[in-house]
Antibody, heavy 120, light 110 residues
Framework: EVQLLESGGGLVQPGESLRLSCAAS????????MSWVRQAPGKGLEWVSG????????YYADSVKGRFTISRDTSKNTLYLQMYSLRAEDTALYYC?????????????WGQGTLVTVSS | EIVLTQSPGTLSLSPGERATLSCRAS???????LAWYQQKPGQAPRLLIY???SRATGIPDRFSGSGSGTDFTLTISRLEPEDFAVYYC???????????FGPGTKVDIK
């Protein structure tokens, strides 16, 4: 069974940093691209970032480019999102999702999310 | 940048009725890269449809997707009580890879 378990969320002040983790199990982690998708309270879904199977390709939404860094550790089956210079508008539930890349490109599996709150 | 618009914002229907949800793109989208998700309160999104018309594993056949170009539709043939939720469409473009979600359509009980 595919499982994605996010952690690392919390309350931080504007300008601070935070690192999210997503522990993957139930599939061959190195065979799949991965992504982060967020959802602000009461709002819709927003794609944040994606990383290729090898980790060599990283992609970002304009809203986080230059402030967030996505990475993966195949030895630990873990996806990360390092967030710097956090802003109030980054407040959201952050989901880790398995990116079915190739001919279709969609998210077949999602974690339950970790909440990031940026507030003074 | 491709913008997705979903209509209506809210759809009020009764169980057993047919639901037709629209997703319109600001420019042509490859059908291969159009997906639909369902989200219930307090839950993560769930993939329903990918490639515009292919049902994901375990999705009942009352859910169907269609469309091409800029206009896509998710149809729920007969609403079951568990189908009342928010539905999002999603598209993908390559070079560089970017995903975009629509704002969602809420299907609630009339």
């Amino acid at each position: 069974e595919v499982q994605l378990l996010e952690s690392g969320g919390g309350l931080v002040q504007p300008g601070e940093s935070l690192r999210l983790s997503c522990a993957a199990s139930g599939f061959t982690f190195s065979s799949y691209a991965m992504s982060w998708v967020r959802q602000a309270p009461g709002k819709g879904l927003e794609w944040v970032s994606g990383v290729s199977r090898s980790g060599g390709g990283t992609y970002y939404a304009d809203s986080v480019k230059g402030r967030f860094t996505i990475s993966r550790d195949t030895s630990k089956n873990t996806l990360y999102l390092q967030m710097y210079s956090l802003r109030a508008e980054d407040t959201a539930l952050y989901y880790c999702a398995r990116w079915e890349d190739g001919s279709r490109n969609y998210f077949a599996y999602w974690g339950q999310g970790t909440l990031v709150t940026v507030s003074s | 940048e491709i913008v997705l618009t979903q209509s209506p914002g809210t759809l009020s229907l009764s169980p057993g009725e047919r639901a037709t949800l629209s997703c319109r793109a600001s420019q042509s989208v490859s059908s291969s890269y159009l997906a639909w998700y369902q989200q219930k309160p307090g839950q993560a999104p769930r993939l329903l449809i990918y490639g515009a018309s292919s049902r994901a594993t375990g999705i009942p056949d009352r859910f169907s997707g269609s469309g091409s170009g800029t206009d896509f539709t998710l149809t729920i043939s007969r609403l079951e009580p568990e189908d009342f939720a928010v539905y999002y469409c999603q598209q993908y473009v390559n070079s560089p890879p970017i995903f975009t979600f629509g704002p969602g359509t809420k299907v609630d009980i009339k």
